[in-house]
């Protein structure tokens, strides 16, 4: 499965963005589909993720519960990070990733990574 990341960029604090992935696999709605985030200078953490099939379950870290949200469009192949009211402490690369296993929070439950896309927040 080959994922492809977009939606980043720089956005002033309490702006959104739309973080969109893209992916190859035909069988991308058997996926548990997650998003994590690497700060500069930290390690890479778990944001949120979605349950595979009809997404139906979800969870999130809970840094970003209440202004993250996470979905999927199965017929598009396309998994979405939808962030409001963003906060420098929310700046990093994100990456989106794929499991064969379920939904998690451990990253290395995940197969397949994008290449990430950089979200920048300015205060």
């Known amino acids: 499965v080959q994922l492809q990341a977009s939606g980043g960029g720089l956005v002033q604090a309490g702006g959104s963005l739309r973080l969109s992935c893209a992916a190859s696999e035909r069988t991308f709605s058997a996926y548990g589909l997650g998003w994590f985030r690497q700060a500069p200078g930290a390690e890479r953490e778990f944001v949120a993720v979605?349950?595979?099939?009809?997404?139906?379950?979800?969870d999130y870290a809970d840094s970003v519960k209440g202004r993250f949200s996470i979905s999927r469009d199965n017929a598009k192949n396309t998994l979405y990070l939808q962030t409001n009211s963003l906060k420098p402490e929310d700046t990093g690369v994100y990456y989106c990733?794929?499991?064969?296993?379920?939904?998690?929070?451990?990253?290395?439950?995940?197969?397949?990574w994008g290449q990430g896309t950089l979200v920048t927040v300015s205060s």
């Open positions: 979605i349950s595979s099939w009809s997404g139906s379950n979800t």
């Open positions: 990733a794929a499991s064969r296993r379920g939904w998690c929070q451990s990253e290395d439950k995940y197969d397949y």
